[in-house]
T-cell receptor, first 113, second 115 residues
Framework: GQQLNQSPQSMFIQEGEDVSMNCTSSSIFNTWLWYKQDPGEGPVLLIALYKAGELTSNGRLTAQFGITRKDSFLNISASIPSDVGIYFCAAMNYGGSQGNLIFGKGTKLSVKP | EAGVAQSPRYKIIEKRQSVAFWCNPISGHATLYWYQQILGQGPKLLIQFQNNGVVDDSQLPKDRFSAERLKGVDSTLKIQPAKLEDSAVYLC?????????????FGSGTRLTVV
């Protein structure tokens, strides 16, 4: 079945450092998304990407939809302690009604003050 | 705007028992999803409803799992009988179905432990 390969699995960084994580698939998708999940909560959408090659920012977060439509990356600049959490990439092919999201296994981010 | 409400937050049951989870989506959202998130994994879709009809239940283990959304609003997911491997967080999500993925919202989930 379709699956997303997300890396790295975990990251330990110093406050102020930049972070980069990516997601690849052997399948083509028309939408890529990045979520953050805090302990005991559901995933919260950070950025949605709808066009191949699209580069979108949300504050210190920047994400890109790969040209091949098979990959995406997320960058976080100048990390702060509240960036701690698990980041998931997700992808879908939605048509008339929104389809289901396929998720990667997540990148656990730890930030040392 | 109220979010997606789920209950209970936690449930511990013995294997072979049955359990039910409840979800109330964001008001006006036509589409409702149930996801299963096993520890260390991303969420996996179990079932998608559009109003009170099932759109996709291809990954629902139908021998033990069932879900309904009778009036097209809130929904229940049931497991009967539960197995140890059903231990997971069960997330409900809802969306308007109009293509605005910013409105595709997850609840906080129900953490199920089967012992």
């Amino acid at each position: 079945g379709q699956q997303l390969n997300q890396s790295p699995q975990s990251m330990f960084i110093q406050e102020g450092e930049d972070v980069s994580m990516n997601c690849t698939s052997s399948s083509i998708f028309n939408t890529w998304l990045w979520y953050k999940q805090d302990p005991g909560e559901g995933p919260v959408l950070l950025i949605a990407l709808y066009k191949a090659g699209e580069l979108t920012s949300n504050g210190r977060l920047t994400a890109q939809f790969g040209i091949t439509r098979k990959d995406s990356f997320l960058n976080i600049s100048a990390s702060i302690p509240s960036d701690v959490g698990i980041y998931f990439c997700a992808a879908m092919n939605y048509g008339g009604s929104q389809g289901n999201l396929i998720f990667g296994k997540g990148t656990k981010l730890s930030v040392k003050p | 705007e109220a979010g997606v409400a789920q209950s209970p937050r936690y449930k511990i049951i013995e294997k072979r028992q049955s359990v039910a989870f409840w979800c109330n989506p964001i008001s006006g959202h036509a589409t409702l999803y149930w996801y299963q998130q096993i520890l260390g994994q991303g969420p996996k879709l179990l079932i998608q409803f559009q109003n009170n009809g099932v759109v996709d239940d291809s990954q629902l283990p139908k021998d033990r799992f069932s879900a309904e959304r009778l009036k097209g609003v809130d929904s229940t997911l049931k497991i009967q009988p539960a197995k140890l491997e059903d231990s997971a967080v069960y997330l409900c999500a809802s969306s308007s179905g109009t293509g605005d993925l910013n409105g595709y919202t997850f609840g906080s989930g129900t953490r199920l432990t089967v012992v």
